[in-house]
């Protein structure tokens, strides 16, 4: 089995005492356009173990990474959802951090709502993406990657998107309906927007979504469903970075990778992991 980091930890550093635990979904069944997904955590753990142990001006492993198992993805959706949300209860039970690596996008619905009910307090969830992933059963599948946004919403989960591209009118009504923070891709990347200050009443917790399909199709080609005019990897990363001062982050997703062939964009998959390891 492929380790997070596995060539620069130590014994003591990929213990369960570890502060993260990596659960990768190796997630494939609703994808509408480009395929590959399953691929993806095993492409995002081979490539992290080029990584360097300081990230920026942190150490993330430092603290520890557990790699546990991949995911049993067999069997209907709202099964493996079950699976995975038994599997992020109980790493936020044991006072970790899940990490969760896709997989398609729909997989935040399980990994959320395992973290929602260890918690038993609001969280919020902070999401780069193409999309806004608000749609109602998308091609007759309440679980779509396309939809897995608008199941969290109606549990009451806030969310605060940044980077969408791609939207539909049914979308835009969800974004009122459910008082969705938003700050659209256009706005970002013309304006050069590094940072964003998140609603005052926006909850204290609060767990990452990050689709790589969120960067622009130049720095990340590797995914199901590019979309012209996205965000920088910096940009994408500060922006987060902005996002979670104040508050404390208590998960996270990184999703949509479909591995094509060229290391680079699984290193930068991996990369973009082991920074948001380093913001929390």
Sequence with gaps: MSIFLDSELTADERT?????????????????????????????????????RICGTAEPCADGIFTEPALDCEGPLPEVMARLALRTERAVRAGKIPVTL?????????????VARALGQPIGIVQVDA?????VAYQDEKHSHASVMHLLAEE????????????????????????????????????????????DDFPELVYVSFDVDGLDPSQ????????????????????VEHAL????????????????????????????????????
Aim: charged letters at 20%; hydrophobic letters at 45%; proline letters at 5%.
């Design 156 to 199: 009451g989960v806030r969310l605060a998107q940044f980077g969408v591209r791609a939207l539909c009118a049914q979308e835009a009504e969800s974004r009122v309906q459910n008082r969705v923070f938003h700050v659209d891709a256009e706005a970002l990347v013309t304006g050069n927007i590094q940072s964003v200050d998140l609603p």
């Design 102 to 114: 896709g997989g398609e996008h729909s997989l935040s619905y399980g990994a959320v709502m395992g």
């Design 16 to 52: 369960e005492a570890a502060r993260f635990w990596v659960i990768p979904v190796p997630l494939e069944r609703t994808v509408s356009y480009g395929a590959g997904t399953a691929k993806g955590p095993g492409a995002i753990l081979d490539a992290s173990d080029e990584l360097e």
């Design 245 to 280: 001062k104040g508050r404390r982050c208590v998960g996270f997703d990184v999703v949509e990778l479909a591995p094509d062939g060229n290391a680079a964009w699984d290193f930068t998959a991996a990369q973009i992991v082991y920074r948001l390891m380093a913001a929390c």
């Design 131 to 135: 999309h806004a992933d608000l749609r």
């Design 220 to 239: 990340m080609p590797a995914t199901g469903t590019p979309v012209p005019g996205g965000l920088g990897y910096y940009q994408a990363l500060h922006l």
